[in-house]
């Protein structure tokens, strides 16, 4: 973790700005390409939902920006953020889960399945916010429809800075499978350029194999 000299950031303005007010959290929704993905996982038997987190935590760890909190009053640069994702049960709720990225990914969806099988055997939301370290990624998947906007509840603190990004059902377009990604984050930390070269990553990620 490296501490950013605030008085000589060039982003030092901006974040004053946009951290005086109550919502300084922005975003959007684009549909990205998982055609390749989406049969590389079931050539290989891999979960798609286990192969596109792990496609999006490659590409969110390429972002600096993305990899900045705010840590006891200091901006501080991560050098690797992990994961927060919902997990769904048969009963229809849902439970938090927090594991470890690791760049490989028999690794990581190793990690993964253990936080399935324990989110689906035990009730409740299973972790809260404030135990969880500052440098992992909020993920949530919305299967059952694809979407064009989303609105994630908050709690209106300009202090909370953990992206959000959430993932929806692919539709065939032109031979294409195409799934809407959402992406939300505190626009002191970081920009529009920072969540395109997030979803540029992203798409670089869907479209290379493992």
């Known amino acids: ?15 004053e700005f946009f951290s005086s007010l109550k919502s300084p959290y922005f975003g959007f929704t684009t ?10 996982a079931k050539k290989n038997g891999y979960s798609f939902f286990a ?37 769904g049960r048969a009963d229809g709720t849902f439970g938090f889960s927090y ?20 989110v689906q055997n035990t009730k409740g939301l ?14 949530t998947t919305i299967p059952w429809h694809s979407f064009t906007s989303i609105l994630h509840p908050t709690d209106f603190d300009p202090k909370e800075c953990i992206p959000k990004i959430a993932f929806g059902k692919f539709s065939e ?11 939300e984050a505190h626009h002191g930390l970081a920009d529009g350029i920072d969540l395109a070269r997030y979803f540029e990553a992203f798409q670089r990620e869907l479209d290379r194999g493992v």
């Open 31 to 40: 549909d990205v390409d998982c055609t390749k993905a989406y049969d590389t």
């Open 99 to 118: 594991f470890e990225f690791s760049d490989d990914f028999q690794t990581f969806n190793e990690r993964l399945q253990e936080q399935v099988i324990k």
């Open 51 to 87: 192969y596109y987190l792990y496609k999006s935590m490659v590409a969110i760890n390429t972002v600096n920006a993305l990899k900045l909190r705010i840590v006891d009053d200091q901006i501080a640069l991560h050098e690797t953020v992990h994961i927060g994702s919902t997990i």
């Open 126 to 139: 299973g972790i809260k916010n404030d135990v969880l370290p500052p440098n992992h990624i909020r993920h």
């Open 1 to 15: 973790m490296k501490i950013i000299d605030f008085e000589n950031w060039n982003r030092k303005e901006h974040f």
């Open 173 to 183: 377009r032109d031979g294409k499978k195409m799934m809407p990604v959402s992406i």
